[in-house]
């Protein structure tokens, strides 16, 4: 079945400080990659995504590229700000039929001025 | 445009008793779902409508749990009873359309503390 593994929190950083947090995945066929953020207090929100192979999503300084070969999507942002600390979490979509979304346990992130 | 909304955003509950949580997606959004969330871990789907067919309700416990859609726009989700392993946060979602990469627009979500 459908899988999303990620690094475990929390992850701990200074303000500017880069961040990396890894995602790994399981899928039959070709799904869609996503990550999701949750601000405390807040509902998850779309971070950004990737429908296919090589490419890259963006947004908020973020960016996360689907590398089929290592069936990996890691998230990245060069410069972490105080607020960016949230729960981040991975998922994945079948790229047949309906929307189910297969979610990671999700990586706390923490950062300090 | 408002978000999706959820009542109530907190619940506190004696095991044995019935607990109900009531969602409103977007407006216009025809795919709602409900995902269990527990401490520590992603969310996972219970139930996913179309209109208002449950089209996926695979992983519903249904002994204890139901869930309507009338009219294909709220859903309200039910236990009866509630145990003490049900103590979880319990999210809604909308999207527009049912493609695989269509996005998904969450609600808070409702905290559910079964004693």
């Known amino acids: 079945g459908n899988s999303v593994t990620q690094m475990e929190g929390p992850v701990t950083l200074s303000e500017e400080a880069f961040l990396t947090i890894n995602c790994t995945y399981t899928a039959t066929g070709y799904p869609s990659l996503f990550w999701y953020v949750q601000y405390p207090g807040e509902g998850l929100q779309l971070l950004l995504k990737a429908t296919k192979a090589d490419d890259k999503g963006s947004n908020k300084g973020f960016e996360a590229t689907y590398r089929k070969e290592t069936t990996s999507f890691h998230l990245e942002k060069g410069s972490v700000q105080v607020s960016d600390s949230a729960v981040y979490f991975c998922?994945?979509?079948?790229?047949?039929?309906?929307?189910?979304?297969?979610f990671g346990k999700g990586t706390m992130l923490l950062v300090s001025p | 445009e408002a978000g999706v909304v959820q009542s109530p955003r907190y619940k506190i509950i004696e095991k044995k008793q019935p607990v109900a949580f009531w969602c409103n997606p977007i407006?216009?959004?025809?795919?709602l779902y409900w995902y269990l969330q527990n401490l520590g871990q992603g969310p996972e789907l219970l139930i996913r409508?179309?209109?208002?067919?449950?089209?996926?309700d695979s992983q519903l416990p249904k002994d204890r749990f139901s869930a309507e859609r009338l009219k294909g726009v709220d859903s309200t989700l039910k236990i009866q009873p509630a145990e003490l392993g049900d103590s979880a946060v319990y999210l809604c979602?909308?999207?527009f359309g049912q493609g695989s990469d269509n996005e998904q627009f969450f609600g808070p979500g409702t905290r559910l503390t079964v004693l």
């Open positions: 998922a994945l979509s079948r790229n047949s039929g309906y929307s189910t979304l297969t």
């Open positions: 409508y179309e209109n208002e067919e449950a089209v996926d």
């Open positions: 407006s216009g959004h025809n795919t």
């Open positions: 979602a909308s999207s």
